[in-house]
Nanobody
Framework: QVQLVESGGGLVQAGGSLGLSCAAS????????MGWYRQAPGKQRELVAA???????NYADSVKGRFTISRDNDKNTVYLQMNSLKPEDTAVYYC????????????WGQGTQVTVSS
């Protein structure tokens, strides 16, 4: 059973910074990619940032230049550093990992709340 355990998040004022961590129960190179999604109240879950097995990264346009995704293979952990936070970044953030073998299998963390006050 794959487990993704998130930590970090919390309450911060606009312009501040927060960091999220996602520890995987598998060697993270087992996954095709890992990423962070977020879901604000009344909105669909959206991809925030992702990093592939090969190290390529991609970001939602709304967070480019402010958020950075990274990983530590030795710790089987993926990070999301969030700077210059805005109230519209307020959401529950979910860690995601997937494995693609004939079909895609997605795994999710429990979610962590990020609240940015204006």
């Amino acid at each position: 059973q794959v487990q993704l355990v998130e930590s970090g998040g919390g309450l911060v004022q606009a312009g501040g910074s927060l960091g999220l961590s996602c520890a995987a129960s598998l060697t993270i190179s087992s996954f095709n990619a890992m990423g962070w999604y977020r879901q604000a109240p009344g909105k669909q879950r959206e991809l925030v940032a992702a990093i592939t097995r090969g190290g390529s990264t991609n970001y939602a346009d709304s967070v480019k230049g402010r958020f950075t995704i990274s990983r530590d293979n030795d710790k089987n952990t993926v990070y999301l550093q969030m700077n210059s936070l805005k109230p519209e970044d307020t959401a529950v953030y979910y860690c995601n990992a997937y494995i693609m073998i004939f079909h895609r299998s997605d795994y999710w963390g429990q979610g962590t709340q990020v609240t940015v006050s204006s």
